[in-house]
């Protein structure tokens, strides 16, 4: 994965638990670098422990881990040296979620053995939007559902997701405004 | 090649692959814009001239765009009211000029302040891709400089607690000198000639002083390092704290000499008699505060006050003096290992300048925090309360989450303790 989803990470675990946590999450995990580079891709093996010495540490089962850093990872990339694309992506909920696929192929070109999801909007109206997750990763559904709710948060729209299981089309994404 | 067929673009289409088209008849008055236009210069939805909306860049001479035989024109438009710039190609279609044009923003930053997102873009321009890719880049280069930025300071830091530890070596070194001299000193002029009784007998109490001044010094730095190896142990007992507060000012009191200060205790009523604490641990905190004091106070009065704060149930202990006082740029160093306030403290007072460190050490280690402020008056200098949690059974020792304390602003007004939580 690349870099700015473990720096996103480590500034989370900094902010909530303080540096000498972030500390004993880097020794479990068996990280020797911990400065990672946003635009760098690292291997997903330093991803998943990365992910369980976080779930360890929080005291969280690893699917409400990946939720939370789902939702605290939007108001890091506005945050950080990124949020020039993120505004760029859109303007409102459902305009950010229309080119979120166009998003990843653009970064695609600056981070060529990325290995970046899909999503494409199926519907949406004023009551609801769907969306279809793809990835060649398995087991990240409650980090995109993470995603949705922190989108929710930004563009300050009230609304519940739903993530359904991956079949063979993807995981089904529904989110229920107001 | 055969002659390419005629393509019927579905408007969803159109709009898409030319967000921000603009159509004009032959005199150029607009008669259709792409989506971007409209929501971007909604002036061009009122069926005025392309001139009124718009001034041309490009080409110099406008009327190249309506001359007999230019079909295809590269124009660049501007938007009057401002904020849109428009590249593309002008064609003459029929009886129609149909401009294919798009935004041309230098960077994102620039995009976002026109007020652009992707929606603005066509799906098939490539020229989005090229500024993504350059912003990618920028966002590289602000990690990399906030890296160099924190790696820098780290080897600051660790460049000045290595100066520290080398300073802290050679204090120690000559604190341990200077009573192990004394020591040899009197030992030998005991054992080289007889000496009369009352003599003799000063010399074996300089040597004994002496002894008893290293090993106070040694059993600071096995303190500090068994602080920092981990090692230290929190063993919780029942123990009644004024009586402990009485029997540390007692000592305290042995150390003050022919100083003409007076030591007095503040029990706070509302103290329990019995707490659950580590009574050894509490004893050293109390001592080191009041050893301070002692050192650092040369007339007037030094009040141990002890206190209860119910809830959360935190014991609450603090030590105000008279002294020298203490500038609040210095504070911040006091509960530092290694350091005193300054240079000339050391040399005026000795000391190995672990005692405070430690105290901060012995009261993280059983769950409290350390707040530390000197209030504004000068020549008045009061340490802030140590607080411990009194029930063992409660508290949450070390792990994730617990953070170490939050270092006290100087220069707070006012001499009284704070009353600090304990980890529960």
Not at chain 1, 16 to 40: L, Q, Y
Not at chain 2, 33 to 41: D, F, Q
Not at chain 2, 60 to 84: F, N, Q
Not at chain 2, 164 to 181: G, I
Request: net charge neutral.
């Amino acid at each position: 994965m690349y870099g700015m989803i473990h720096r996103a990470a480590r500034q989370m675990i900094i902010d909530e638990s303080g540096p000498a946590v972030w500390a004993s999450i880097v020794d479990a995990a068996g990280i020797v670098d911990e400065h990672f580079i946003g635009s760098t891709i690292y291997d997903d093996a330093v991803t998943l422990e990365l992910i369980n010495a976080i779930a360890h540490a929080t005291g969280l089962e690893t699917a409400e881990a990946l939720e939370r850093f789902g939702e605290y990872w939007i108001t890091f990339a506005n945050s950080s040296s990124y949020r020039n694309i993120m505004e760029m992506v859109g303007k409102t909920l459902p305009e950010f979620l229309g080119n979120l696929d166009r998003m990843h192929a653009s970064i695609q070109v600056s981070l060529p053995g990325a290995r970046l999801p899909t999503f494409e909007v199926t519907s949406a109206d004023a009551s609801e939007i769907r969306l279809i997750y793809r990835s060649q990763r398995v087991g990240l559904e409650p980090f995109v559902k993470g995603l949705m709710q922190g989108l929710l948060r930004h563009f300050r729209t009230p609304g519940r997701v739903d993530i359904g299981p991956r079949d063979a089309t993807g995981a089904r994404v529904l989110i229920r405004l107001g | 090649m055969e002659n390419l067929p005629s393509l019927e673009l579905q408007p969803a289409d159109l709009a898409a692959l030319f967000p921000a088209l603009i159509v004009t008849d032959g005199a150029l008055v607009i008669r259709h814009v792409g989506p971007s236009i409209a929501r971007l210069v909604p002036e061009a939805l009122g069926g005025d001239s392309l001139w009124s909306v718009f001034t041309l860049e490009r080409p110099i001479d406008p009327d190249a765009l309506t001359a007999p035989g230019g079909a295809r024109t590269r124009v660049i438009l501007r938007r009057k009211a401002g904020g849109v710039l428009l590249r593309g190609l002008a064609v003459r279609i029929a009886l129609q000029i149909v401009f294919f044009v798009g935004h041309a923003p230098t960077t994102l930053l620039e995009g976002n302040s026109a007020g652009l997102s992707f929606d603005d873009f066509s799906a098939a321009d490539a020229s989005l891709d090229a500024l993504m890719a350059v912003e990618v880049q920028r966002a590289t280069a602000a990690e990399l400089k906030q890296l160099i930025e924190e790696l820098t300071q780290a080897r600051e830091r660790a460049e000045s607690a290595d100066r520290a530890k080398s300073e802290f070596l050679a204090n120690v070194s000559h604190e341990v000198r200077t009573p192990l001299t004394a020591i040899l000193g009197f030992a030998e002029l005991l054992s080289r000639r007889s000496l009369p009784g009352p003599t003799a007998a000063s010399y074996v109490d300089r040597i004994v002083d002496g002894a008893r001044s290293l090993l106070a010094i040694v059993n600071q730095i096995l303190d500090w390092s068994k602080l920092e190896a981990d090692h230290a142990e929190v063993e919780n007992r029942s123990c009644d704290p004024a009586q402990l507060a009485r029997d540390c000012l007692l000592l305290a009191r042995g150390q003050v000499g022919g100083k003409p200060v007076q030591l007095h205790l503040d029990v706070d009523a509302k103290l329990p008699r019995a707490l659950w604490v580590d009574d050894q641990k509490l004893r050293q905190i109390l001592m080191n505060l009041l050893s301070n004091a002692v050192k650092f106070t040369d007339f007037g009065d030094i009040t141990l006050k002890i206190g209860f704060h119910q809830p959360p149930g935190d014991l609450v202990v603090s030590v105000s003096d008279t002294g020298c006082g203490i500038s609040p740029e210095a504070v911040g160093r006091l509960f530092q290992r290694f350091s005193q306030a300054d240079g000339s403290s050391r040399r005026a007072h000795g000391g190995t300048g672990l005692g405070l460190a430690i105290t901060k050490g012995l009261v993280e280690k059983m769950g409290g925090a350390d707040h530390r402020g000197v209030p504004a008056w000068a020549g008045k200098r009061i340490q802030r309360p140590d607080p411990v949690s009194p029930d063992g059974s409660r508290r949450r020792r070390g792990g994730a989450g617990r953070r170490g304390p939050d270092p006290a602003a100087a220069g707070r007004s006012g001499g009284h303790p704070y009353p600090v939580g304990g980890r529960q």
